[in-house]
């Protein structure tokens, strides 16, 4: 697979709305591309909802920032 576009995604504390704005980003058609997302530290379920998304979406790479900044 050879990847035209890179997505780069962070979030912090953002389990609201993060489910929804990464299945846009990969429900895209016509270009094969990767997304990766950047947890910063999230306290809430930010890093489980896009870990969770990882097992369902092999173009979907997921880093935490175990750092508080």
Same mark, same amino acid.
């Given at each position: 697979m050879n990847i035209n576009?890179?997505?780069?995604?962070?979030a912090k504390n953002?389990? *609201?709305? !993060?489910?929804? &704005?990464?299945e846009?980003?990969?429900s895209q058609?016509?270009?094969?591309?990767?997304?990766i997302f950047v947890d910063d530290n999230s306290?809430? *379920?930010? !890093?489980?909802? &896009?870990t969770e998304?990882?097992?369902k979406y092999n173009n979907l790479r997921v880093f935490s920032?175990?750092?508080k900044g």
């Amino acid at each position: 697979m050879n990847i035209n576009v890179t997505v780069v995604m962070a979030a912090k504390n953002e389990e *609201k709305y !993060l489910r929804d &704005a990464l299945e846009s980003v990969l429900s895209q058609v016509g270009v094969i591309f990767e997304l990766i997302f950047v947890d910063d530290n999230s306290t809430d *379920k930010t !890093l489980d909802i &896009a870990t969770e998304l990882a097992k369902k979406y092999n173009n979907l790479r997921v880093f935490s920032n175990p750092k508080k900044g």
